[in-house]
């Protein structure tokens, strides 16, 4: 009790007041409401209902005036850019991306590049055939071992 009897209060906010809204605001906010700032050791230490209720509302106070300080910056930042910073709304705007490719596309699209310049043509078909246009129409025997189930072979 005796820290917290020994401290004026209200001196302490007056104070405390006159550093948020003069000088640096980061600098008040920690020596005046950080963790080991004279209001926060008092806190720690209250134990009765009056002094935590004067206490409390030293705090609140204090971080009113921060929080509206810190607003009223802003607001003199954001102005200070608007009459500084010349947006000519004519130019053209920047171009957005349009993305990438599929990785799969890609590959698809280097491997047929490479067929091509072999000389090869490349045909999208079916991707699965039919017994009368792999064998039939090709003129094997019905039977020829290449019809036989046993010589198919599947690939993942």
């Known amino acids: 009790m005796d820290s917290l009897a020994a401290v004026d209060w209200a001196a302490y906010e007056q104070e405390a007041l006159s550093a948020i809204s003069d000088g640096d605001l980061e600098e008040a906010r920690v020596r005046y409401l950080g963790r080991r700032s004279e209001l926060a050791q008092a806190l720690r230490g209250v134990r009765d209902r009056e002094s935590g209720m004067l206490l409390n509302g ?18 003199e930042e954001l102005d200070r850019r608007l009459r500084e910073e010349v947006v000519d709304v004519t130019l ?65």
């Not at 047929?112 to 039939?136: C, I, M, Q, S």
């Open 58 to 75: 030293v705090r609140q106070r204090l971080e009113a005036a921060v929080d509206a300080r810190a607003r009223e910056l802003a607001d």
């Open 92 to 156: 053209p705007g920047d171009e957005m991306p349009l993305g990438h490719l599929h990785p799969i596309t890609q590959i698809r699209r280097a491997v047929e590049d490479a067929f091509l310049g072999l000389g090869y043509e490349v045909r999208d078909d079916r991707e699965v055939e039919t017994v009368e246009y792999n064998f039939d129409k090709l003129a094997f025997l019905p039977t020829h071992s290449a019809r036989s189930p046993r010589d198919t072979f599947f690939f993942d």
